[in-house]
């Protein structure tokens, strides 16, 4: 039995649409295909772009969003100032005195140097007997006269424990130290103490 096909306008049959091989639009499974591995390669991209940056975060140890001045205790146990990459202990005398010890150089910020002492943190201040004059708190009770009249060194200012083992303590008859003088200056043949007892009793270092 013959197959009749169906006549078109023209009077030729109308031809049949041929079926392309793994879909019905014409290679829509190809497409969808290429479009999935275009995906994939750029979410790869995405992830070692953000992975190199991450790396180079590590590697340069760019400082942290820590907000506001931290203190912190030196080796020396002195009270320190915290730089932003979180391990650096720098004593508080240090901090603005135009030299950038930090790795970021945080230390001599404008915002924390531009008006000293005012914009500095308090825990990096101490004041002495005199209301105008003040120090870095790492230099009370060090055994130094920084004040200029030892109110940083002496009661009733500054409350400071006795003289270390590497002191001698004697009313000093030099403007530089208080109530105590270093022990090297012990039997040195020249007086430190106004009683002499840096030459008589003073045992040495």
Not at 40 to 62: E, H, N, R
Not at 111 to 133: K, M, T, Y
Not at 170 to 194: A, E, G, M, N
Request: proline share 8%; hydrophobic share 30%; with cysteine.
């Amino acid at each position: 039995m013959n197959k009749v096909f169906p006549q078109g306008e023209n009077g030729y049959a109308a031809a049949e649409p041929k079926a392309h091989p793994g879909g019905e639009a014409g290679g829509g499974h190809l497409c969808c295909s290429r479009r999935g591995a275009c995906l994939s390669a750029s979410l790869l991209l995405l992830l070692a772009t953000v992975a190199a940056l991450i790396a180079l975060v590590t590697i340069l140890g760019l400082p942290s969003r820590t907000p506001g001045a931290q203190a912190c205790i030196t080796l020396t146990n002195r009270t320190g100032f915290l730089c932003h990459d979180q391990r650096s202990c720098i004593p508080a005398s240090g901090v603005c005195d135009g030299v950038r010890t930090c790795t970021h150089g945080e230390d001599e910020d404008e915002s924390l140097c531009r008006d000293v002492p005012q914009s500095l943190p308090h825990f990096l201040v101490a004041h002495c007997g005199d209301p105008a004059s003040w120090i870095y708190s790492d230099q009370k009770c060090d055994g130094t006269n920084n004040c200029g009249d030892c109110s940083d060194e002496l009661s009733p200012v500054t409350v400071c424990p006795p003289c270390g083992p590497g002191w001698w303590r004697c009313p000093s008859t030099f403007f530089k130290y208080c109530d105590c003088i270093p022990r090297h200056l012990c039997r040195d043949h020249v007086q430190h103490c106004s009683d002499w007892s840096d030459e008589y009793a003073c045992p040495g270092p």
